[in-house]
């Protein structure tokens, strides 16, 4: 579970990355021409995108047994996805529900991501306690 959790987080960061910079940025340099907020923008894109694959990457490892995570540790990947992921749904649905109804396939990919992580946990545990 740790190993397609870690694949698939690591391929939604470089979409994102991929996406914004491609996509968004884009757009938004053809209708603006502030660079503080296109910087700004750009900083935000890769923040999230790389956050998502070192996060990734720690799964990764982690479902090739190349590294031991134990503890608050363990909770950190799926965490961080619970944070993002509300984040996203918070704001799309209060303010901007047409960001919602466009990524629907990034909704299900979160949420397949969530289950994976959250059965990754639970087999971590279940392992834990029969030692």
């Given amino acids: ?28 340099s053809e209708s603006i021409s502030d660079m503080i ?4 923008t750009r900083i935000m894109i890769y923040q999230g995108g790389v956050l998502l694959i070192l996060v990734g990457a ?28 509300s984040t996203y749904l918070i704001l799309g649905l209060l303010l901007h529900p047409q960001v919602i109804r466009s990524s629907i396939p990034q909704i299900i990919i979160f949420v397949i991501i969530l289950v994976f992580l959250s059965l990754d946990l639970f087999m971590d545990k279940r392992k834990r306690t029969n030692e």
């Fill in 1 to 28: 579970m740790a190993l397609i959790s870690g694949i698939l987080i690591i391929l939604v960061g470089v979409v994102h990355l991929i996406y914004g910079e491609i996509v968004q940025l884009k757009a938004l």
């Fill in 58 to 85: 720690m799964q990764v490892l982690k479902g090739l047994k190349k590294i031991k995570v134990k503890g608050f540790v363990s909770y950190i990947p799926i965490g961080y996805i619970i944070a993002n992921f």
């Fill in 37 to 40: 907020t296109i910087g700004s």
